[in-house]
């Protein structure tokens, strides 16, 4: 057999695995040693596992995901997902749908000291279900929004799977959270205008809330301080200079870890809760991470990236028609697999497809900063999509009242104005690449 019928073969066999419901980082591991073996022979196999984990794990760059996801946990144990809900409530919560729309601004303003999806739906989840529970709105529009807006906690920067493709790419990580910010707004404001729009077309799912006086709305304002400043902190040091995205993210988590200890909510429970919740997550990433270098490796040696990126490019299509089937195939994926594993499964191969076709001629490292904020678009949606977004079961799980069904029904919209932005981002690139134009571009 050939290289590319070995590459072929083994990715049926990744496929298999997964239908079998084996973890995604072991299937790659298993389908990637296998074919290696088959292609290369056993001794190899283990020359690479020799140092291959270390070379992974050693990247500096990587330590970047432990310290995001550590942040996150410190950012729900210390209150600060309830800050920005009333902050917002408090402005907005009078509107019809307002208590809606204030979600989803507290979502993409956890979203910005988080960096995890799961987490922001989880944490905004507990916080803001029971108080549009208690406002009459409806459970599958409630859950469906909390759904929505937990997207936004991968889009809005710091953001785990960027740093990850940034890593997989060779791409700046500061360029990139920096590229991801209008979309991550443009996000919140599509999900706002579809509340908007359910609201008038559905009243009794997102009725008009309390009024606050301004007092009251200025209170609520001062409570989000801690999570302006460490915003501040952490984005701003990077861009002006004091510190790489790695010094950063350490920084925040001192921020965020004061923060949550001066509210009285990191006590010796909450901070071993941190630890176990960081260390679990970064296991699983560092598992995929690990499993997808083996098939990575195994792809390379039978140079099926660069003949697959050479048959397109021989095709001579569009190459927006070429985009386009690689975001179909996206959200194919994002009905079956998790964020992470999507990505870490195809930039080895979509990538060098998408730098060897000309988009207007585009430069390379616009281009890779542009393919990678539609990339996370494009997996983001698969967190709300059906049968497997788990952003819905894990809202779902605080509400076993709602039926999974309904709520997928009303992630619909939502939806909609996903794909709009994402077209919007395809044909108009200026929108992320603005950051070329700026002094540190």
């Given at each position: 057999m050939t290289g590319i019928e070995w590459g072929v073969l083994m990715f049926g066999v990744l496929l298999l695995l997964l239908a079998l419901r084996v973890h995604i980082g072991i299937a790659m591991l298993l389908a990637g040693s296998l074919g290696y073996v088959m292609v290369a022979g056993v001794a190899p196999l283990l020359s690479f596992f020799k140092t291959g984990a270390y070379a992974r794990f050693s990247v500096y760059d990587l330590s970047v995901v432990p310290l995001f996801l550590l942040m996150g946990q410190l950012a729900t144990q210390g209150g600060l997902s309830r800050a920005l809900f009333q902050a917002g409530n408090a402005f907005i919560g009078h509107w019809r749908g307002g208590m809606a729309m204030a979600s989803v601004t507290a979502c993409a303003g956890f979203g910005a000291i988080c960096g995890s999806s799961l987490a922001t739906a989880a944490t905004m989840g507990q916080v803001a279900l029971p108080e549009m529970k208690a406002s009459h709105y409806s459970g599958r529009f409630a859950t469906a929004t909390l759904a929505a807006g937990g997207t936004l906690g991968i889009l809005i920067p710091p953001s785990v799977p960027l740093v990850i493709y940034a890593i997989l790419a060779e791409q700046n990580i500061a360029k990139l959270f920096l590229a991801a910010f209008i979309p991550g707004i443009l996000a919140a404001v599509g999900y706002m205008i579809v509340i908007s729009i359910v609201a008038r077309m559905s009243p009794a799912d997102?009725?008009?809330g309390v009024r606050h006086d301004w007092s009251q709305r200025l209170r609520a304002l001062l409570a989000t301080w801690p999570v302006l400043l460490i915003f501040l902190v952490v984005i701003g040091g990077i861009y002006g200079g004091?510190?790489?995205?790695?010094e950063a993210a350490a920084i925040g988590c001192v921020a965020t870890g004061f923060v949550a200890w001066r509210s009285g909510g990191l006590d010796r429970?909450?901070?071993l809760a941190c630890?176990?919740?960081t260390a679990g997550a970064t296991g699983m990433i560092f598992l995929i991470l690990l499993g997808a270098d083996v098939l990575n490796v195994f792809?390379?040696?039978?140079q099926m990236n660069t003949e697959l990126a050479k048959w397109v490019i021989g095709l001579?299509?569009?190459?927006?028609?070429v985009m386009a089937v690689i975001i179909f195939i996206y959200l194919v994926l994002g009905c079956i697999m998790d964020s992470l594993s999507m990505i870490l499964l195809t930039i080895p191969v979509f990538y060098p497809v998408v730098m060897g076709l000309d988009f207007g001629g585009m430069g390379a490292e616009p281009k890779a900063i542009w393919f990678g904020i539609i990339v996370l678009m494009v997996v983001e949606i698969g967190l709300i999509t059906p049968p497997v977004g788990m952003n819905v079961f894990v809202i779902n799980s605080l509400a076993r009242d709602v039926p999974m069904k309904e709520t997928?029904?009303?992630?619909?919209?939502?939806?909609?104005?996903?794909?709009?932005?994402?077209?919007?981002i395809v044909l108009f690139p200026g929108v992320v690449l603005f950051v070329f134009d700026l002094p540190w571009g």
């Open positions: 997102a009725p008009a004091l510190f790489t995205p790695t429970k909450g901070f630890m176990y919740g792809l390379a040696l039978t001579q299509l569009p190459p927006l028609l997928f029904k009303f992630v619909m919209p939502f939806l909609v104005s996903d794909l709009l932005r994402i077209i919007a």
